[in-house]
C-alpha cells in the first residue's frame, strides 16, 4: 500500500508560478508510475501528467504541454510538479496518485489506485 500526501498549493497570479510536491510512504514507491491529476469545481477529474516508474518518461494532457513538468526522486519517495504560466483555468484541486498499470492507462482517472488527498492551486486574472 502507498499513503500519499501533497503539499504547495496556494493563490498565483495568472503568468506564475507553482510547484507541487507529494511524498509517498512505502517500500514499494518506485514500482508505481505516479501522476497528478485535478478537479475543478463543477467538473470531472481529469489527467494532468504521468511519469513512470523510472522516471525516464513522462506524459502530459495537451492544456499544460509546454508549461507543466513532472519529476520524481525514487531515493526520497516524492514526485512533482512545477507548474509555469499558470492560467485561470488551471484552478483546481490536485491530486497526486499512484499507477500500477501499464503507460495505457496513465491518462485515465481508474487507472490510479492510490490518492493523495488533494491540495488546492487557484489562479487569478
Avoid at 77 to 86: D, G, P
Amino acid at each position: 500500500q502507498v499513503q500519499l500526501v501533497e503539499s504547495g498549493g496556494g493563490l498565483v497570479q495568472a503568468g506564475g508560478s507553482l510547484s507541487l510536491s507529494c511524498t509517498a510512504s512505502g517500500r514499494t514507491f518506485s514500482t508505481y508510475a505516479m501522476g497528478w491529476l485535478r478537479q475543478a469545481p463543477g467538473k470531472e477529474r481529469e489527467f494532468v501528467a504521468a511519469i513512470s516508474s523510472g522516471g525516464g518518461k513522462s506524459y502530459y494532457a495537451d492544456s499544460v504541454k509546454g508549461r507543466f513538468t513532472i519529476s520524481r526522486d525514487n531515493v526520497k519517495n516524492t514526485v512533482a510538479l512545477q507548474m509555469n504560466s499558470l492560467k485561470p483555468e488551471d484552478t483546481a484541486v490536485y491530486y497526486c496518485a499512484a499507477n500500477s498499470g501499464t503507460s495505457g492507462s496513465y491518462r485515465y482517472v481508474n487507472g490510479y489506485r492510490y490518492w493523495g488527498q488533494g491540495t488546492q492551486v487557484t489562479v487569478s486574472s
